[in-house]
């Protein structure tokens, strides 16, 4: 009887997996708090305006949270990619780069939130003036 310990854990994908559902878990809480806020300055408070500022740096937070994440996960599954092909020493790159994908689309996301706010701060700062 011949028996073997084969220990061969992918000690990446697990963080890696964790990390997406922190992110996710993240964005759910943001906009559950926004969405909370906004319906209480709606309904609940009716001598103060609505703090657009407030609003502004909110999408630029989370514009600059998904610019990072996205960022963190390209360059994560790129070391992970060239790590698992100087393991296997074959010079294919067949790998998952589904984490490569997630992680450029939460690129331009976060991208299009600070766009967003720069628009709206314009269109604010011309009303002003006006």
Not at 44 to 66: H, M, Q, R, W, Y
Not at 82 to 87: G, H, I, M
Not at 92 to 101: D, K
């Amino acid at each position: 009887m011949n028996k073997t310990f084969n220990l061969s854990p992918n000690i990446f994908s697990s963080f890696i997996e964790l990390f997406c559902w922190m992110v996710f878990t993240i964005i759910i809480a943001y906009l559950l708090i926004m969405g909370i806020n906004f319906l209480r300055e709606k309904f609940l408070v009716n001598d103060k305006p609505l703090a657009k500022g407030s609003f502004l740096e909110l999408i630029a937070i989370l514009g600059t949270l998904l610019s990072l994440a996205g960022f963190g996960f390209i360059v994560a599954n790129i070391f992970q990619q060239v790590l698992n092909v100087l393991s296997n020493n074959h010079m294919s790159l067949p790998g998952e780069w589904n984490y490569l994908t997630f992680g450029i689309i939460s690129v331009f996301i976060g991208l299009a939130f600070k766009r967003i706010a720069k628009t709206i701060s314009k269109k604010e700062d011309n009303a002003l003036n006006r």
